[in-house]
């Protein structure tokens, strides 16, 4: 994996947490500007999840096996672009709780999929 497309993927991902935390502590529902913000990190999360299955073709492989790697891959892609879906079916400050939850859950996608693949390993 490319450490810094993850370190990027994970910082963005706590951006967008925080300022949909920032919406949910004032009362708000996600706005534009937050799914705006979503379609950010989501590009970025399918950019690493190309970049995943590049390096896989190419012959190299997670220290922590593949299926794993791919599984964790598929579910950060997919995990603020879920949460952003949900938040639109509720429109109250739930809804930017819900981004908030998701974009954690990304960052810590991200550590773990850092982990599988072996940066982790000294």
Do not use: N
Request: hydrophobic share 55%.
């Amino acid at each position: 994996m490319i450490d810094a497309l993850t370190l990027v993927v994970a910082v963005t991902a706590l951006a967008l947490a925080a300022w949909c935390g920032w919406a949910t502590y004032r009362d708000q529902p996600t706005k534009d500007w937050h799914f705006i913000g979503m379609a950010v990190v989501s590009l970025l999360g399918i950019a690493q999840l190309v970049t995943g299955f590049a390096q896989l073709a190419r012959g190299q492989s997670p220290d922590e096996g593949t299926a794993i790697f791919v599984a964790y891959l598929l579910g950060a892609a997919a995990c603020v672009p879920a949460t952003g879906f949900m938040s639109l079916s509720e429109r109250t400050r739930w809804g930017s709780a819900t981004v908030t939850a998701g974009a954690i859950v990304l960052a810590v996608l991200e550590v773990r999929l850092f982990d599988i693949w072996g940066g982790g390993s000294a």
